[in-house]
């Protein structure tokens, strides 16, 4: 299986993945929205891990306020294993684009194209650097799949986030921010009403994320030999692989053989 997914100045393109029965997945079927749960794992621009952590993602949209444009606003906790401290993070996201569908909350959601859709980006410039922040979606987990936990909740609905900072004019990773990917299940198709209490249990942590981290396969560099046309590859753990040119950033996943 392999679904790629190509940026150009914002825009991005995707090939087939897997395919999940629609009456399981997550509300909105988009690979958003609900709660996520899963592990993160930063990488260096050469492909080594730098740090591995617990991830809890909660999604809804909401609008600010009466007659505003809904979107996506997510909160993030971030914990290292075993641990009940966290890092939380509050964003509301960039528009989500699959090729020239775009994603907005309304009867559109529920239109074929959209919730066939195997892969979203979520892009924007950064007004004080203007560098891209890039992020992209993709069903499923790549890579060699992880080992199962013990008690680990069943989740019907699977999803690879990659995100980054790309210099757009020179085609470079930012060398200050790391690249992170998360391999996440859905293991609510809303908010939770009791997310903080459960968040607190390391053992429902543990068995929500219900996959062992994928930060300890082996994962190449760019010293790799690749053809001459995808110079520059990154080969980074959970079958992702990254692309990067002036004005144009690709990023593969790649699982099974």
């Given at each position: 299986?392999?679904?790629a997914?190509?940026l150009?100045?914002?825009?991005m393109?995707?090939?087939?993945a897997?395919?999940?029965p629609?009456?399981r997945?997550?509300?909105?079927?988009h690979k958003?929205?609900?709660?996520?749960?899963?592990?993160l794992?930063s990488?260096?621009?050469?492909?080594?891990?730098?740090?591995?952590?617990e991830?809890?993602?909660?999604?809804?949209?909401?609008?600010?306020?009466a007659?505003?444009?809904?979107a996506?606003h997510?909160?993030?906790h971030?914990?290292?294993?075993?641990?009940s401290a966290?890092?939380?993070?509050?964003?509301?996201?960039?528009?989500?684009?699959?090729?020239s569908t775009?994603?907005?909350r309304?009867?559109?959601?529920?239109?074929p194209?959209v919730?066939n859709?195997r892969a979203w980006?979520l892009?924007?410039?950064?007004a004080?650097?203007g560098?891209?922040r890039c992020?992209?979606?993709f069903?499923?987990?790549g890579?060699d799949?992880?080992?199962?936990r013990?008690?680990?909740l069943e989740?019907p609905k699977?999803r690879?986030?990659?995100?980054?900072?790309?210099?757009?004019?020179?085609?470079?990773?930012?060398?200050?921010?790391?690249?992170?990917?998360?391999?996440?299940?859905?293991?609510s198709?809303?908010?939770?009403?009791?997310?903080d209490e459960?968040?607190?249990?390391a053992?429902?942590?543990?068995?929500?994320?219900?996959?062992v981290?994928?930060?300890?396969?082996?994962?190449?560099?760019?010293?790799e030999?690749?053809?001459?046309w995808?110079a520059?590859l990154?080969?980074?753990?959970?079958?992702?692989?990254m692309s990067?040119?002036p004005?144009?950033?690709?990023?593969?996943?790649?699982?099974?053989?």
């Amino acid at each position: 299986m392999r679904v790629a997914a190509a940026l150009v100045i914002g825009a991005m393109y995707a090939a087939a993945a897997m395919v999940v029965p629609a009456a399981r997945v997550a509300r909105p079927a988009h690979k958003l929205g609900g709660e996520w749960a899963g592990n993160l794992v930063s990488f260096s621009e050469s492909g080594a891990v730098l740090e591995q952590r617990e991830s809890l993602v909660t999604e809804e949209w909401r609008g600010e306020e009466a007659g505003a444009e809904w979107a996506i606003h997510r909160r993030e906790h971030r914990l290292q294993h075993g641990d009940s401290a966290a890092a939380v993070a509050n964003t509301v996201l960039p528009t989500a684009c699959s090729g020239s569908t775009t994603l907005r909350r309304g009867a559109s959601m529920m239109e074929p194209e959209v919730l066939n859709a195997r892969a979203w980006a979520l892009d924007a410039v950064e007004a004080s650097t203007g560098l891209w922040r890039c992020e992209t979606i993709f069903d499923g987990v790549g890579g060699d799949r992880p080992q199962t936990r013990d008690g680990a909740l069943e989740c019907p609905k699977e999803r690879t986030r990659v995100q980054c900072v790309l210099d757009a004019t020179t085609g470079d990773l930012a060398p200050s921010e790391p690249v992170l990917i998360w391999q996440e299940r859905c293991w609510s198709a809303a908010p939770a009403d009791d997310y903080d209490e459960l968040t607190r249990d390391a053992a429902w942590v543990s068995s929500a994320v219900g996959l062992v981290s994928f930060g300890d396969q082996n994962a190449g560099s760019t010293e790799e030999p690749s053809p001459w046309w995808l110079a520059g590859l990154r080969r980074l753990g959970g079958g992702v692989e990254m692309s990067c040119q002036p004005g144009v950033l690709e990023i593969t996943l790649r699982a099974g053989a």
